[in-house]
């Protein structure tokens, strides 16, 4: 069964469609966005050597010409050297604005391909058909495209909303558990931020959603395609409510700047760290009660997600390092700094001045509790 989200943007709006066996229907859902059975498919060699048959199979089938543009698996390929040979291969295809490009792969290849296509003589159409959990519930969706730079991640990038995303739970199958682990961080975190109920739910159905449990994972899926949608809907441009959705994004964000954007963290467990760390930070601050950053911790940490540093290669880590870090993120505004911080599980807001220095202790208390030594 296919259930289908709509991100409510007027004339821009678009559905998420959700379920099985998309793949192989890719070319029924796309074909009527096209003026020409004309498209390039931007990937990356992992996902195609995976699915790459599948899509352009299905794209035949309907008689769409599907042109392979593919880059390294890794968040290496979000950088500006990436974005010019692709905008370059594409530009080789002659691609035209009645054409579109299919983005198919995870949040690194939905990103480089979604910045692509809104630069691309000034913007073309594109659509997602993401390919890991994590991108499937949240970074597919709602049009934030980058790349990054030795400065921080996402830093040059563009709001460019696709015209579908099609969300194949089959394919969530081939990624490893650490992945799948991963992708679950931005999920737990929809409850965390804004949905108690889910979040509880979260707490009894976790192991099952991370073992791909067709019922639970659909559900969690969806649910948190349904949040992300209305918020979207409301502030696409991150004006206002969209910013909770960085919820462990600016602990997260610090610490991937540490350990490289490599293989040693991923996204998603920077996520889980992240929040971890902003429900302390919150309760240090006296904003939220301690039992409920506990809570948080223990829901997060029940997949087997990290939620301290010294989980991590590389620590113990500077702190005055990673405040800096979070100087550069993108929601800094003349030198402040803003963090998704919580009042409650399920009750977060957006916190604008914090205190530098009331972070920096923090960070250090952060470092000495995990390594053992007396802060």
Known sequence: MIQTVTV?????????????????????????LLKRGRTAIISDETVWRLHGAALTGALSAEGIS??????????????????????????ALELDRGDLIVAFGGGVVGDL?????????????????????????????????????????NLI????????????????????????????????KYGLLGDLDFFAWLEAHGGQVTALAPDDLALAVRRSVEMKAEIVAQDEREAGRRALL???????????????YGEDLLHGEAVAIGMAQAFRFSASQGLCAGQDAVRAEAAIAAVGLPVRMDALPGHPFDSEKLLAHMGQDKKAEG?????????????AFVARDVDPESVLQFLIAEGARSTGATA
């Open 8 to 32: 409510g943007l007027g004339d821009r709006a678009y559905e998420v469609r959700i379920g099985t066996g998309l793949l192989a229907q890719a070319g029924q859902h796309i074909r009527p």
């Open 66 to 91: 599907a042109t392979p543009v593919l880059v390294p698996a890794g968040e290496g390929s979000k950088s500006f050297d990436m974005l010019a040979r692709v905008s370059d291969d594409l530009l």
């Open 113 to 153: 391909a979604g910045f692509a296509a809104a630069i691309y003589k000034r913007g073309i159409d594109f659509v997602q058909i993401p390919t890991t959990l994590l991108a499937q519930v949240d970074s597919s969706v709602g049009g934030k495209t980058a790349i990054d730079t030795s400065r921080g991640k």
């Open 157 to 188: 990038g563009a709001f460019h909303q696709p015209r579908l995303v099609l969300a194949d739970l089959d394919v969530l199958s081939t990624l490893p558990a650490r992945e799948i682990r991963a992708g679950y961080a931005e999920i737990i």
């Open 246 to 260: 960085n919820l462990g994004h600016t602990f997260g964000h610090a610490l991937e700047a540490e350990c490289g």
């Open 335 to 347: 030198g402040r700094l803003t963090f998704i911080l919580n009042r409650a599980l399920g009750e």
